[in-house]
């Protein structure tokens, strides 16, 4: 089946240090993918949306110039956390999906802690 | 804007006995509901989803739920638990006004489902 791979699955970066989440699909194209944080003990919320070759969506609430979102491929999106702080640290789900109507396929996720 | 309540947070049981993780949702249109499990650090995976036709859907693992309509619910149900259940299973819905794929989904809180020997 179709097959999302995030990097790293963990990450331990110190305060004011940027951090760089990919987001690979490896057997199709990912016209869209998703970007998700989930906090501890708390449900998933969708960050921002990512269409290839355009600049992603943000949900309210979510600093475009922190979280900075690069969709250059059609099968790779990176998430950069810039200047990070304790507070960033999370559990960061990237999903992808190749065309309307098609199943979404979710990586294994991210725990990036931020000391 | 939709909503997802997921109304218990956890869920003790034994093994082999029934379970249901119960889940409503709001919508001024129409959705398309997904339950999802997730293992501890890991990402999601799709149990079932409902997206029309028969409202009775039956997913992996031997997991299925109902959509009903009139009382905006979607319930997951298994008749017989094993260990290896145990993990947090979240609902979620896609409206289907957005007219593009499931991916924008809103998640409920969560129910973290723990399967006792």
């Known amino acids: 089946g179709a097959v999302v791979s995030q990097h790293p699955s963990r990450v331990i970066c110190k305060s004011g240090t940027s951090v760089k989440i990919e987001c690979r699909s490896l057997?199709?194209?990912?016209?869209?993918m998703f970007w998700y944080r989930q906090f501890p003990k708390q449900s998933l919320m969708l960050m921002a949306t990512s269409n290839e070759g355009s600049k992603a969506t943000y949900e309210q609430g979510v600093e475009k110039d922190k979280f900075l979102i690069n969709h250059a491929s059609l099968t790779l999106s990176t998430l950069t956390v810039t200047s990070a702080h304790p507070e960033d640290s999370s559990f960061y789900i990237c999903s992808a999906v190749s065309n309307v109507g098609s199943p979404l396929h979710f990586g294994n996720g991210t725990r990036l802690t931020v000391t | 804007a939709q909503s997802v309540t997921q109304l218990d947070s956890q869920v003790p049981v034994f093994e082999e006995a029934p379970v249901e993780l119960r889940c409503n949702y709001s919508?001024?249109?129409?959705?398309?509901l997904f339950w999802y499990v997730q293992y501890p650090n890991q990402g999601l995976q799709l149990l079932l989803k409902?997206?029309?036709?028969?409202?009775l859907v039956k997913g992996i693992n031997g997991f299925e739920a109902e959509f009903n309509k009139s009382q905006t619910s979607f319930h997951l149900r298994k008749p017989s638990v094993h260990i290896s259940d145990t993990a947090e299973y979240f609902c979620?819905?896609?409206?289907?006004?957005?007219?593009?794929?499931?991916?924008?989904?809103?998640f409920g809180q969560g129910t973290i489902l723990t399967v006792h020997p």
């Open positions: 919508s001024s249109v129409s959705v398309y």
């Open positions: 979620a819905v896609s409206e289907l006004s957005r007219g593009t794929s499931y991916g924008k989904l809103t």
């Open positions: 409902y997206l029309s036709g028969s409202t």
């Open positions: 057997d199709f194209q990912a016209t869209t």
